[in-house]
């Protein structure tokens, strides 16, 4: 595999996290569990990890993204990044990189020590343009994307479609959406709109009268596109999308990752998405995968289990259930 993907994780005092190590991820990844067992929170970590390895700036800047959920960089201004680091200080995070991660907030200032390198970055003084701009830009450049942040908006679906006629697969896009859906032949962005033309209505169709699923596939094709040679991570992979897509959805994603070198980072509840992966997963002989069962053990702590795909296979076809304890 290669060598920016994420291999191993130590997690500590992140959340529910207080003392968490998993190994053995694959280019696609897969986490399962029962809700509350900290599939999302471990994911955040993950995603926080890789963003750390690249700068301090693209650090606050995920950081962000992670606590303000839906809201996104649309709604950047100073009182609401401070606003929100504020509310999750403190916050203490041990990375597998060796990063150890503080958020102060300490006599009415914020403070971020990034302790490897001797960093301190003073947030208090958050109203200076230029960090915005920092901000915005690292997001948008950044060698990991968390899908769960754009699925939903159109402004980033925009971005990531930008990405698409800059590696100039507008064509292969169409192909693509037009066998999730055979009425929708062709895909733009048209009086500042993502639209798509429908073969039956013969006319362009504004995006937001689609179901998710379009939106959610799309945004998934393009990350991959767009993000070469690096990580995207995707909350709730299943939502959106019917069950009886789940064999293409995953059929494109394990493609396309491969043709990539994109390591990918996939949350689920649904029983059928996981046999779906495991599925197209053996028919495309991909051995560079991993299920991540997630659970709480005796002593009330979060637990994964990371099955390779011989190991996974193995468990699904004797029965066993892998959806967490």
């Known amino acids: 595999m290669s060598e920016h993907f994420i291999k191993e994780i130590e997690i500590k005092d992140y959340k529910l996290f207080k003392d968490f190590k998993a190994e053995g991820f694959g280019r696609v990844n897969l ?38 959920t839906r809201k996104i960089l649309t709604d950047l201004n100073q009182k609401v990044l401070y606003d929100i680091l504020k509310r999750i200080a403190p916050l203490k995070l041990q990375l597998n990189n060796g990063y150890k991660v503080e958020l102060k907030y300490e006599d009415n200032r914020l403070k971020l020590n990034l302790t490897t390198n001797e960093e301190t970055i003073d947030l208090d003084n958050m109203g200076k343009p230029e960090l915005y701009v920092k901000l915005l830009v690292s997001f948008i450049t950044s060698n990991s994307i968390n899908c769960s942040q754009i699925n939903t908006n159109e402004d980033f679906l925009n971005i990531l479609y930008d990405g698409v006629k800059k590696l100039r697969k507008r064509e292969e ?153």
């Open 31 to 68: 986490i399962g569990g029962k809700n509350n067992v900290g599939k999302t929170a471990f994911m955040e970590a993950c995603f926080l990890t890789d963003a750390l390895s690249k700068s301090s700036i693209n650090f606050i800047s995920a950081l962000f993204t992670v606590e303000s």
């Open 173 to 325: 896009l169409n192909l693509i959406i037009n066998r999730f859906d055979k009425d929708i032949i062709e895909i733009d962005i048209i009086e500042n709109n993502f639209q798509l033309y429908s073969k039956s209505r013969k006319k362009w169709i504004s995006i937001t009268e689609y179901g998710d699923g379009v939106k959610y596939y799309i945004a998934y094709i393009s990350a991959i596109w767009s993000f070469r040679n690096n990580i995207i991570f995707i909350d709730e992979i299943e939502n959106g999308i019917h069950y009886t897509n789940f064999d293409k959805l995953w059929e494109l994603i394990l493609t396309l990752s491969k043709e990539q070198n994109v390591q990918v980072f996939a949350t689920t509840h649904s029983k059928e998405c996981i046999e779906s992966y495991a599925r197209v997963a053996k028919k495309l002989e991909d051995k560079e995968i991993a299920f991540i069962e997630m659970g709480i053990n005796k002593y009330n702590k979060p637990r994964a289990i990371v099955m390779d795909s011989e190991r996974f296979f193995r468990e699904l076809e004797t029965g066993n259930e892998v959806r967490g304890w």
